[in-house]
């Protein structure tokens, strides 16, 4: 059975469903994996048919033995995948992964597919949880579209200040739903604190069984390792030598994912740690202190962040690998002019959009590919993590090409009333709870 700890204590261990119900410790911190799970035997005979569901299955219950058997497991990836990672290889030496086709047009529709059903799964004949999720942009719509319906779960979205947009209504608790948005007048900091504070509320967090669907949930980062085995298991049959992963970083969950899923026995030989101006972690990777500094606003909003919240996963690994940290991991900042050339380039050259978080991580292989410890031994696949849709204008521009919208992507800009509007307060919070329930 897999365990988790805190990142702040080697002591305490818990399964993986007490993890993703309760997704904090008590004892503060992050949960991390405790073991590593040899799954190399299974890529002997997965091979480019294999579907990202099939994949799921195989994979899933032997990572959480005990937990997810394989009936079981493969019920979760029938409900949370219609969707799956399409591999496009550029040419001999690169390929980009695209993790757009979800709902929403983001990688995060994976992770959050699949926390929301292992955890309707895993809550058979238990008692009902209720998910408490900040949520800004498209985040939550990708959230209550994944619990849309799961029995036994209450999806609760706090959103900041400003436009909800996309939610449908006929999914809210009045209207026969499961879903409750409620808008929060404040930052979208201050949702997250409230969501701290109710877990750390033990009467009110037991009361409702309450867990959150951000990024804090390891139910969450663990499945992002599916990608990675995916992308492997198409590609191997057409690798030479090397390969190397080149990922956008700002908050670092798909770093931390691709180290997992080395750990775990896929074949890789490096990351590209690809962040724009922030370059949050630069100097950390390369064994240096880390510095937090005031976030720069660039043209890839996504990775303009000073702290990311997976910094004590990070460290935790490194401590544990510091060769890791030394030998497998390159940082690479791309600023945005390099950021607009490359978005040109690769439709020039490939025909290929780039939405600006993904054309950093294309920017950062093409960087490091033309060094010399990147010859031509050596395939690089790029995480293009975001539809190109997401922001049209500037990729269109950069481009020169029209960027169609797709209709699903449209559907997301239409706005819609909360449920209940709160000062950033957990009694406020309580009431607005109480009163749908």
Not at 146 to 171: H, K, M, Y
Not at 266 to 275: L, R, S
Request: hydrophobic fraction near 45%.
């Amino acid at each position: 059975m897999m365990q988790f700890r805190s990142t702040q204590s080697h002591d305490a261990l818990v399964s993986f469903k007490d993890a993703i119900l309760h997704c904090l410790p008590p004892e503060g911190g992050l949960y991390v994996p405790t073991q590593t799970v040899d799954m190399r035997q299974f890529f002997l005979y997965m091979d480019s048919g294999t579907t990202y569901p099939e994949l799921v299955a195989t994979v899933a219950p032997v990572l959480l033995q005990g937990e997810l058997n394989p009936f079981s497991a493969s019920r979760v990836a029938e409900s949370a995948f219609n969707f799956e990672p399409e591999l496009q290889q550029l040419d001999e030496g690169l390929s980009v992964l695209n993790l757009y086709n979800g709902p929403t047009g983001v990688f995060k529709d994976f992770g959050i597919a699949f926390l929301a059903a292992v955890m309707e799964e895993l809550l058979k004949n238990s008692s009902p949880a209720m998910v408490l999720t900040a949520a800004r942009g498209d985040t939550g719509v990708s959230i209550a579209n994944a619990f849309n319906n799961r029995e036994g779960i209450t999806s609760v979205l706090l959103c900041p200040e400003g436009d909800i947009r996309g939610l449908d209504p006929a999914t809210f608790v009045p209207n026969g739903g499961n879903i409750i948005p409620i808008q929060v007048k404040g930052t979208f900091d201050d949702c997250q604190r409230l969501i701290a504070a109710a877990i750390n509320d033990r009467p009110f967090a037991d009361r409702y069984n309450i867990t959150s669907a951000n990024a804090i949930n390891p139910g969450r980062l663990l499945p992002q390792t599916f990608y990675y085995l995916y992308a492997f298991i198409k590609i191997k049959k057409y690798l030479h030598g090397d390969l190397v992963f080149s990922v956008p970083s700002g908050n670092f969950g798909n770093l931390i994912a691709g180290l997992y899923a080395w750990k775990f026995g896929m074949p890789v030989n490096g990351f590209i740690a690809a962040m724009n101006a922030n370059n949050a972690f630069g100097d950390y990777i390369q064994g240096k202190k880390f510095i937090p500094h005031p976030p720069i606003i660039t043209n890839s909003p996504s990775l303009d962040v000073s702290i990311p919240s997976n910094y004590e996963r990070l460290q935790s690994f490194y401590e544990e690998a510091p060769a890791v940290m030394r030998n497998m991991v390159y940082p690479a900042a791309i600023d945005d002019a390099i950021t607009l050339k490359t978005m040109e380039e690769a439709w020039k050259k490939y025909g290929i959009l780039l939405n600006p978080n993904s054309a950093v991580a294309f920017a950062a292989a093409e960087k490091l590919r033309a060094t010399r410890d990147f010859d031509g031994h050596i395939h690089t696949l790029v995480l293009a993590t975001a539809h190109p849709a997401k922001e049209a204008a500037l990729v269109g521009k950069a481009a020169g090409q029209t960027v169609e919208i797709p209709p699903r992507l449209a559907m997301l800009q239409k706005p819609v009333d909360p449920i209940a509007l709160i000062d950033p307060q957990l009694d406020a919070l309580e009431g607005a709870i109480a009163s749908c329930l």
